[in-house]
């Protein structure tokens, strides 16, 4: 498989996640067959495991410099593309997305940071460089689902300061359903909590909406707009 942007490919590649997850990993060692002689040189790292991942906005902001600004849209909305994103995939394929880079010394292997090794989410994260927010929005929603909504075809989006009464919430049954912790993990989210169609109705973002129920302070949404109108 080759990349569109070895540049950005190798950046992305190598940045470090180390900081914002959990691990836990063990030694095995050899040192007969390795001749360690009381100095051991033969440590390999063995069951490296990922326990939980925080990609809060301080991570965003970081992996944000890797483009250099060089993106085509808003940075805000591009920071959340990267949120959601990262969010789909590691709800699609859990921890697999990542591995160790372990590399040798003098005295064994040694873990040197967790980097991500899915070509498919790579490649994704450069091509979004180039996109509009248009665009973004809707990437964000084919990652997550797959497909646009035709009430979401011919839109853009704009964002809007609304507090959690003005959002139509329509389908009750999903919301008994939502997993608490999820809506826990929300309550200070820091980037824009839903995409709403143009009648205010509640597209994605359940969670992060419902997070904001008992919240007197307005946040922002992204508000789909059929274009032509305003
Ligand atoms: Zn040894």
Same mark, same amino acid.
């Given at each position: ?83 959601? &994103? ?50 973004? &929005? ?30 139509? &919430? ?61």
């Amino acid at each position: 498989m080759k990349t569109s942007n070895p540049k950005l490919y190798e950046k992305i590649s190598k940045f470090d996640f180390s900081d914002h997850m959990l691990y836990d990993y063990d030694y095995e060692y050899n040192c007969e067959d390795n001749n360690c002689d009381g100095i051991c040189r033969c440590g390999t790292i063995v069951n490296f495991q990922i326990e939980s991942v925080v990609l809060n906005e301080n991570f965003i902001n970081k992996f944000f410099r890797l483009y250099n600004k060089d993106i085509k849209s808003d940075q805000y909305i591009f920071k959340y593309a990267l949120d959601r &994103i990262f969010e789909s995939y590691i709800k699609k394929y859990d921890y697999e997305i990542f591995r160790p880079n372990i590399i040798h010394s003098y005295y064994g292997e040694e873990l040197q940071g967790v980097h991500l090794e899915d070509f498919e989410l790579i490649e994704l994260l450069i091509k979004i460089k180039n996109f509009n927010h248009t665009k973004l &929005i809707e990437q964000i929603l084919i990652t997550e689902y797959g497909y646009i909504l035709d009430s979401l075809k011919d839109c853009h989006y704009e964002k809007e300061d609304l507090h959690f009464d003005d959002i139509k &919430i329509l389908n009750h049954k999903y919301v008994q359903k939502l997993d608490q912790s999820l809506i826990d993990k929300y309550q200070d989210y820091w980037s824009f909590r839903a995409i709403i169609d143009n009648n205010y109705r509640l597209i994605d973002g359940y969670h992060r909406t419902m997070a904001a129920k008992d919240n007197p302070n307005s946040f922002y949404v992204l508000r789909a707009i059929k274009n032509g109108h305003h």
